[in-house]
């Protein structure tokens, strides 16, 4: 009888300091040292530029080469957030949000005056704040007239060019834009081309609309870009941006003529279902980039959140064959 209470006292024992060995094992002290992150981790960052405060997410080695991502509408650098991880573990990333959107600021459109060649200035404020002097773009959407812009005012800067359904071409303009035209003609004459521009259910659809793979979307995503569109002042903010866009059209030309005269390395991952900057779009880049690289994919609008895995492989091969060209070049 002793002896199983001993063996009994023993165990208990046994269990007690297992359990406090676990306790201090696990349990932070002030001693402990910190777990290091990764540098595939993502921090969030407020700047002022010309008054206006601008939020801006930063990953990746900032000794490495530097991709910055330029967003679309009416979301922000959060359309990012699963791919900047993807790409931070060989690149240093910096992904804005224009003024008006996301995270940044939005003055009312008589204080601060919404045009792509203003959002253009302020992103190039940005990076030079940053201390960023060479960048290879990501462009989607709003993300294409805003970078086309830093492309021509410092055609030096730009390593390469990765556009996903970041229009530069009439070919790419789909059946809504017509009306968006009419509009451009007469903004007070068609508040509906605003009102539906706006709307909840147009809203959902620029995700939705061209998926085979709805089941691959976050309903968050529209939910928290209508919940912004919302907001009060930006009905102001978004119809002068849309009435600016005609701006865009017309520096098509202009904007072709760079690209044939610079040839920058250029990625096309175009979502081919895309109702808004169809396929054609995508294709046309060939048309004065030979040799730009073309991957037209089973996607709609965001095909980035339905093909995360597949376009940062593409961007990740594409980056290492032209740093390897750039390399053999050298030698």
Request: hydrophobic share 40%.
């Amino acid at each position: 009888m002793a002896g199983r209470l001993h063996i009994r006292l023993k165990n208990r024992l046994f269990t007690v300091a297992a359990a406090a060995a676990l306790l201090v094992a696990f349990a932070p002290t002030a001693w402990a040292a910190p777990l290091v992150s990764s540098s595939s981790t993502t921090t969030y960052h407020r700047v002022e530029i010309d008054g206006v405060g601008i939020f801006y997410r930063e990953a990746g080695p900032k000794d490495a080469p530097t991709i910055v991502l330029l967003h679309g509408f009416p979301t922000s650098s959060r359309q990012y957030e699963a791919l900047i991880p993807l790409l931070a573990t060989r690149y240093h990333i910096i992904a804005p949000d224009y003024p008006g959107f996301g995270q940044s600021d939005a003055p009312a459109p008589s204080a601060f005056p919404y045009t792509f060649d203003h959002l253009a200035r302020v992103m190039n404020d940005l990076l030079v704040r940053l201390r960023i002097e060479r960048y290879s773009l990501y462009v989607h959407d709003y993300g294409a007239p805003v970078g086309f812009r830093l492309m021509l005012a410092h055609p030096a800067r730009l390593d390469a060019l990765i556009t996903q359904n970041g229009n530069a071409y009439r070919e790419g303009l789909g059946r809504k834009w017509p009306g968006i035209t009419e509009y451009w003609a007469d903004p007070d004459g068609h508040p509906e081309v605003l009102d539906a521009f706006l709307s909840f259910d147009t809203t959902m659809q620029r995700h939705t609309a061209g998926t085979s793979h709805p089941e691959r979307y976050n309903p968050q995503a529209w939910l928290d870009e209508f919940a912004h569109l919302s907001k009060p002042g930006q009905r102001a903010i978004q119809s002068a941006l849309l009435y600016d866009y005609r701006t865009n059209v017309a520096a098509y030309p202009q904007w072709q003529a760079w690209l044939r005269e610079h040839q920058p390395p250029t990625l096309v991952v175009w979502g081919a279902n895309d109702p808004s900057f169809i396929a054609a779009g995508g294709a046309a880049f060939r048309q004065d980039v030979p040799d730009a690289e073309i991957h037209l994919l089973d996607a709609g609008h965001f095909a980035l959140d339905e093909k995360t895995d597949e376009i940062a492989r593409l961007i990740l091969d594409f980056m290492a064959r032209r740093s390897a060209t750039k390399r053999d070049g050298a030698h």
